[in-house]
């Protein structure tokens, strides 16, 4: 077994982890209670008027090694708060840096998958629009669509056959013209060119 004065200057002078310094600290506080106890017991024996000169004299240097032995425990445990109350910051902020980094990432994935469906998106509920007015429905010239909170709000504003987003986040979207097939599906046009037949 390592002699706890081994292991109290370990947890002091290494990076340990925060539970192994209040193992330390822990085992460092019942070795300066028993200190003190024997401490106690060694003061009485030293005081006892019925002890020989012998016994008294084993008591008072016994007295003074507890002494110095409390004294040093007393410095260790001290120190040993001030290294557990770091670590456990240091720990603590690790752990808040890797959620931080871990969401971060887990949004940058859901952005990226969005913007990649989000024209695909778009062309769905253009074809729709263009579908109702065949229908006969009526499609507001300024219809706006619910807002996708990205970095910024989002949303598409329909002119004429045209749609295109209006905001910083999908300004990278020109407008384009949208053909719908009778399926639904739709091909994406570019300006005087005619549309191929959707398989």
């Known amino acids: 077994m390592i ?7 370990d947890a002091l002078r290494n990076i340990l982890p925060s539970s192994t310094v209040a193992a330390v600290l822990e085992d460092t506080d019942a070795a300066l209670h028993q200190a003190k106890d024997k401490l106690a017991r060694h003061r009485a024996s030293a005081l006892d008027p019925l002890a020989d000169e012998k016994a008294v004299t084993i008591a008072r240097k016994e007295i003074e090694e507890r002494t110095f032995q409390i004294a040093r425990l007393t410095e260790a445990k001290d120190r040993l708060h001030q290294r557990f109350d ?3 910051s240091s720990e603590q902020r690790a752990k808040e840096e890797a959620e931080r980094q871990a969401l971060e990432e887990r949004q940058t994935l859901i952005r990226e998958q969005f913007r990649m469906e989000y024209p695909l998106m778009a062309n769905r509920i253009a074809a729709l629009c263009q579908e ?5 429905l009526s499609v507001h010239p300024n219809l706006r669509l619910p807002q996708i909170d990205l970095d910024a709000p989002a949303h598409l504003v329909s002119t004429g056959r045209y749609y295109h987003p209006v905001n910083e986040m999908a300004s990278a979207y020109p407008a384009i013209d949208l053909k719908p097939d ?3 599906r739709l091909q994406v046009v570019s300006e005087g060119t005619e549309p191929e037949s959707v398989k």
Not at 3 to 9: F, K
Not at 132 to 136: S, Y
């Open 3 to 9: 002699p706890l004065a081994n292991r109290i200057s």
């Open 86 to 88: 770091e670590l456990l």
């Open 132 to 136: 109702m007015k065949a229908a006969g």
């Open 182 to 184: 009778r399926s639904g």
